[in-house]
């Protein structure tokens, strides 16, 4: 069993900078954490992923080069680092946690209760 919280999520000026928090218990060494988002009227979108032991990273073309996923393996979380944020970055962002790397949203066994980013122009 997995527990995640989000936290770290506000508003935030267009171009400016912002770092999401996952908080995770349970076996979380044999998982790999992704963010999603979903932003009102859209469908749920992958952002970027980080697999706990081997640290590989996987990012959505959208975010690519503006947002960074790393993990404090001490502390159980998982950050978001976003820079030059976008108003198209708002939505409400969702940890998820399931056994290896996936693309697909469907697939994820355990999920936060989100945090919300609002990007004002």
């Not at 073309?61 to 790393?70: A, Q």
């Not at 949203?105 to 122009?121: L, M, N, P, R």
Request: proline share 1%.
């Amino acid at each position: 069993q997995v527990q995640l919280v989000e936290s770290g999520g506000e508003l935030v000026q267009v171009g400016g900078s912002l770092r999401l928090s996952c908080a995770a218990s349970g076996r979380i060494s044999e998982h790999a954490l992704a963010w999603w988002r979903r932003a009102a009227g859209k469908e749920r979108e992958f952002v970027a992923a980080i697999t706990w032991s081997g640290g590989n990273t996987y990012y959505a073309d959208s975010v690519k080069g503006r947002f960074t996923i790393s993990r404090d393996a001490a502390k159980n979380t998982v950050y978001l680092q976003m820079n030059s944020l976008k108003p198209e970055d708002t939505a409400v962002y969702y940890c998820a946690a399931r056994n290896r790397y996936s693309g697909s949203a469907a697939k994820y066994d355990y999920w936060g209760q989100g945090t919300q980013v609002t990007v004002s122009s």
